[in-house]
């Protein structure tokens, strides 16, 4: 789980906590390398303070010996010195020539005998100021340190090299250290347990004015009288947050009374849209329908009274059509009320095509039955709506074209209306149904969103397929019963 999923107050709980475990690590830490650097140094030290010592001894040695102080009289000058100053100095002691080649030790050395001092020391110890190299190395799990530094004779001539191995023995600095890593841990423990009494607590107190802040925040309501927020004693914060929050109560009923105002307006003039637009589709055909007759008009025509009939017809549909759509105007949220008759839809797409006087619209469907159960003005309003937009949608530089058909896939009824006109952009596909979107190039108006009520009224559905270019197919389908 992320700390930001996580309530004010376990955060609030689990940063007191880390803040002292990682105090407390970072203190041990910083113990643990105090210590080694103190024992470092302190071995640093004591090594050089016995090996100034030894220095001295041997200088004292040398001025009062009765052998020719040369490098060859070395080890006669200290055949038995060497082992006195070892003993009192608890130190093994080693002495080179200045080639490197060992002239006397003392016995009970506690590393490797080295006959030989590697070439590498020699000319580091030539090339050194104060004419000392020390050496730090590791062995069996033990530390070492050991010291080359050059014997002189009373005129600071080079005789040899004393050699000065030390063993570094921490036992007793690791005892004070894990005594004292013991006591922090206590003490940090203690304080871990008070930062955790102390975490919850406050959390509890920060967090109890806030939750009431919250609670009034979820009950807030754009359609009901919200209450302000009354608290007493709280910090200097939540009093500046709810102050905010009784400003924005105020507020938000203004603007709630505004946006209901704007809404019921908006939702009138949306209405009159929709009504005009419906409306405006079976006026269309009518006009057209009248003047198709007026120039077609024949009175000696033996056919005259079937086609009169015919336009007659056509005309009384639409007008209906109109009726039902002005009737249901003051229903506001009804576009007309809804009927289930049992239909012929193959019959009633064919009436609704007849409206059209566009030779380029084909319906291979007619003359087939296709009984299902819808209202008979409702179908009619799908089907031109869709053969109207299908005609707004071809370009007038293409030969236009119009299919309509009606199947049954099981116990479902099929209406297709496919036009290859523009087709609809990638853009325009997410909003197509939607009430107030229109474009003129792609002839989809207002009429598609009342389209889609109307089909999903019947627990229809309507989908589309469109390629650029290419043309649009609707697709209409609802259950027979």
């Known amino acids: 789980m992320k700390l930001s999923k996580l309530s004010l107050r376990i955060r609030i709980f689990i940063t007191m906590t880390l803040l002292i475990l990682v105090a407390s690590v970072l203190i041990a830490g910083v113990s643990v390398f105090q210590y080694k650097e103190e024992a470092e140094d302190y071995h640093k030290e004591r090594l050089a303070r016995k090996e100034e010592a030894i220095k001295k001894s041997i200088n004292y040695t040398l001025r009062y010996t009765t052998y020719e102080v040369s490098t060859e009289k070395i080890p006669l000058i200290f055949k038995e010195k060497i082992f006195e100053l070892s003993e009192i100095h608890n130190l093994p002691i080693k002495i080179y020539d200045l080639d490197g080649n060992l002239l006397i030790k003392s016995k009970g050395t506690f590393v490797n005998n080295v006959e030989q001092v590697p070439k590498k020391i020699i000319y580091e110890l030539e090339s050194l100021y104060d004419k000392r190299y020390l050496v730090r190395y590791e062995k069996d799990g033990k530390k070492f340190q050991t010291s080359y530094t050059y014997i002189s004779d009373n005129k600071a001539k080079p005789l ?62 754009l359609d009901k009288r919200n209450k302000r927020i009354e608290i007493e004693g709280a910090s200097e914060e939540i009093y ?113 095509l007849d409206i059209f006087n566009e030779d380029y619209i084909v319906y291979p469907a007619e003359g087939e039955q296709v009984i299902a159960k819808f209202d008979r003005t409702q179908l009619i309003r799908v089907v031109t709506n869709l053969v109207k937009n299908g005609i707004q949608a071809i370009p007038e530089d293409r030969i236009p074209k119009i299919l309509v058909n009606v199947t049954t896939i099981g116990e479902m009824v099929s209406i297709t209306v496919a036009d290859n006109g523009i087709g609809i952009t990638e853009e325009n596909k997410k909003k197509i149904f939607e009430p107030k979107f229109t474009t003129k190039t792609s002839g989809m108006g207002l009429g598609l969103g009342m389209v889609k009520n109307i089909v999903e009224t019947y627990n229809g559905n309507i989908t589309f397929t469109s390629a650029k270019n290419r043309g649009t197919v609707f697709k209409v389908m609802f259950p027979k019963e």
């Open 240 to 352: 500046s947050l709810v102050n905010a929050y009784n400003s924005m109560i105020d507020e938000l009923e203004e603007s709630a009374a505004m946006l209901a105002k704007s809404e019921r307006e908006a939702a009138w003039r949306e209405m009159a849209k929709q009504v005009a637009h419906e409306i405006k589709n079976p006026l269309t055909p009518m006009r057209l329908t009248v003047q198709s007759f007026q120039r077609k008009f024949d009175p000696e025509d033996p056919n005259i009274h079937q086609k009169l009939k015919e336009y007659s017809d056509t005309l009384i549909q639409q007008i209906d059509t109109m009726s039902s759509i002005a009737s249901a105007f003051s229903n506001f949220a009804k576009m007309p009320a809804q009927k289930s008759e049992t239909l012929d839809v193959a019959k009633i797409v064919g009436l609704a």
């Open 160 to 221: 040899a090299i004393l050699n000065l191995p030390y063993l570094q023995d921490d036992e007793f600095i690791t005892r004070e250290l894990k005594e004292f890593l013991r006591r922090l841990s206590e003490v940090y423990l203690f304080m871990l347990l008070i930062a955790i009494a102390m975490a919850y607590f406050l959390s509890k107190y920060i967090t109890r004015s806030l939750k009431t802040i919250s609670e009034k925040i979820d009950q807030t309501r």
